[in-house]
């Protein structure tokens, strides 16, 4: 079934904002969104000339209400389908749409500030350094729930479901293994001889290879105790591919003088994001290595004459390339983010550093997390109440107390 979808008002105090939101969702020019709410504000309702599916219809429903306006869904039976159909090929050019039902495109937001984050911050630092660092890990916790929290996806915020025991417990754990790990290869290098240094030149490489088993553990942990509308996300990515993705890689990159990186990249970039599900949708990654090589090479080549500052650009680059080419189900992601708006991001953040000696980390971190959302929208046709219904049927994702160990990681 398909719906019409009218606006019939709107209360805010941002209207600027609101149309530029609003252009997001609907595709439209930020022209034509702020016509749109100038309608609204004065009481005129506006109706969306094409119909958008079932599945749409109830997260973009709840995403503009979040923001003001008030929403009337009618549901369309298939002699009021023709009628949309006749209606919009007049009022909207062919080319426009690839199909009769129009796609929308919700937006993420982020709500923290940084004020906010800030005293949650200073607490942490204060009950850790009376805990001798001990409770880092709690602090951990709290900084991601106020992150998760404050992040909006279709009206509804994210949330994280992990706790600082989780992590202490993890750690402890890893640090028994490790500890007589060390022990042993420390005694063979007194040892001296053959044998010492053998294991003197194979340290660094068993550590190397530690490395993805433990970024599988930890992006396991952190997308099973992360959950959108009750239901969480999980990894199924095995440790031992992650091995033989990054061994391989990282030999042939060695080798080829950086030249293989981009295909090391993408099929690393696939193993992240093709074991990550949302319930029961699993993630889909279809970027290639051949299609960026280009722009690598020309991105190494602009960065040595422009003293690194080119790598920004060609960052901003990847993040577009990664996200327009992941998918859950029907939807696909959308970064808009440029280069230049890169630069300016990271140039302020750095100053801000600088002139308040680190106090302003905080402000960095909302900056920088307003800054994705903003620049981050799915677009296409997610029937989200199924994957809500089948979660509710499969439960949560246990997770072994070794995946708690969690090193930094950022995917994506």
Do not use: C
């Not at 016509?35 to 119909?51: E, I, N, S, Y």
């Not at 850790?128 to 998760?148: D, E, H, N, P, S």
């Not at 960065?303 to 650009?313: E, L, R, V």
């Not at 953040?349 to 981050?376: A, D, I």
Request: overall charge neutral; cysteine-free; proline content about 3%.
């Amino acid at each position: 079934m398909s719906h019409q979808i009218t606006l019939n008002s709107w209360f805010g105090s941002n209207p600027d904002q609101a149309a530029k939101k609003l252009a997001k969702v609907f595709r439209m020019s930020l022209e034509q969104s702020e016509t749109v709410v100038d309608k609204l504000r004065d009481g005129r309702p506006w109706k969306f000339a094409r119909k958008i599916s079932d599945h749409q219809a109830g997260p973009a429903a709840a995403y503009l209400q979040s923001l003001g306006f008030q929403v009337d869904l009618q549901p369309l039976d298939s002699t009021d389908d023709d009628a949309m159909d006749s209606l919009a090929e007049q009022e909207i050019p062919a080319n426009q749409y690839e199909s009769s039902e129009s796609e929308l495109s919700l937006p993420f937001v982020f709500l923290g500030q940084g004020k906010e984050l800030f005293g949650i911050t200073f607490v942490n630092l204060l009950k850790t350094i009376v805990t001798l660092g001990i409770y880092r890990f709690w602090a951990k916790t709290k900084v991601r729930q106020y992150l998760w929290s404050n992040t909006v996806f279709a009206g509804d915020s994210f949330s994280y479901q992990g706790t600082g025991k989780e992590l202490f417990r993890g750690f402890l754990k890893f640090m028994g293994m490790l500890i007589p790990v060390m022990i042993v290869l420390g005694a063979l290098q007194a040892v001296g001889g053959p044998i010492g240094q053998m294991v003197g030149g194979l340290a660094p490489l068993l550590f190397w290879l530690l490395v993805p088993v433990l970024m599988v553990g930890a992006w396991r942990y952190r997308l099973s105790r992360t959950a959108w509308r009750g239901i969480r996300f999980s990894f199924r990515g095995e440790r031992k591919k992650a091995m033989m993705i990054y061994m391989k890689g990282g030999f042939l990159t060695a080798i080829t003088l950086g030249l293989y990186w981009p295909f090391f990249r993408m099929q690393a970039e696939a193993f992240w994001r093709e074991n990550s599900w949302f319930g029961n949708l699993q993630g889909e990654f279809t970027g290639e290595g051949k299609e960026i090589f280009g722009k690598y090479v020309l991105a190494i080549f602009l960065s040595i004459i422009t003293m690194g500052i080119y790598w920004i650009w060609f960052s901003a680059y990847m993040q577009r390339y990664k996200w327009s080419h992941t998918r859950f189900g029907n939807a696909h992601f959308r970064f808009t983010a440029t280069g230049g708006e890169l630069f300016v991001l990271n140039l302020v953040n750095v100053l801000l550093l600088v002139f308040t000696v680190g106090l302003s980390y905080p402000w960095v971190v909302v900056r920088n997390q307003k800054f994705f959302t903003e620049h981050l929208t799915l677009e296409g046709d997610v029937d989200m109440d199924s994957v809500v219904q089948e979660m509710k049927e499969s439960g949560a994702v246990g997770e072994e107390a070794l995946d708690a160990f969690d090193i930094p990681v950022d995917i994506g």
